[in-house]
């Protein structure tokens, strides 16, 4: 199992570093990711220029991040069964914050970039605010609510400012 565990945590490091590297991206969040407590991908958005991902790719990182917080959480010996909070390589940084309903709200920013919880449990609340109580969106399919993305971008803009 700990084999395992180790393989997927090498793929999920060369997919996102092998499209991170090659962006020169000044310090920031770079892509916001939110997945469902199945392990869907309900939103991507990327903030800054880098390599794009195909939709496929993006799926298989969002289900494989859910896998690998799920494995994470459950071999934990501390009480906190909330799996990966943040991976850190040389390229950049990814930040996860895991609300009690099992969403995941995922940042990949520079490694230079500090702390993103306050960044990511706004975006939680602003899920909470603009999507949940939008009586067009069905809970758990992919998020298209404008005043949720135009909030969202208005706080990356003042990270990234």
């Known amino acids: 199992l700990a084999c395992l565990f180790a ?3 090498a793929c999920l490091f ?10 020169v991206c000044t ?6 990711y939110i997945i469902n407590r199945a ?3 309900l939103f991507c958005q990327d903030y800054m220029k ?3 991902l195909s939709g496929n790719e993006r799926l298989n990182l ?19 069964k909330s799996g990966i909070h943040e991976i850190e390589t040389s390229g950049f940084r990814l930040e996860m914050y895991q609300p009690v309903t099992g969403m995941q709200f995922v940042a990949v920013c ?3 970039q500090g702390s ?16 949940l109580k939008d009586p067009f969106y069905n809970v758990d399919m992919l998020i298209r609510c404008d005043k949720f993305s135009k909030n969202v971008q208005a706080a990356v803009d003042t990270l990234n400012s």
């Open 39 to 41: 392990g869907s991908l």
């Open 7 to 9: 393989c997927l945590i």
């Open 50 to 52: 880098i390599p794009i």
């Open 110 to 112: 520079d490694v230079k």
């Open 14 to 23: 060369a997919c996102l570093l092998a499209c991170l590297c090659v962006c």
């Open 27 to 32: 310090m920031g969040i770079y892509s916001l």
């Open 116 to 131: 993103l919880q306050r960044f990511l449990k706004t975006c939680h609340r602003l899920y909470a605010d603009y999507v």
């Open 62 to 80: 969002a289900g494989l991040l859910h896998g690998l917080s799920t494995i994470a959480g459950n071999l934990s010996p501390a009480e906190d």
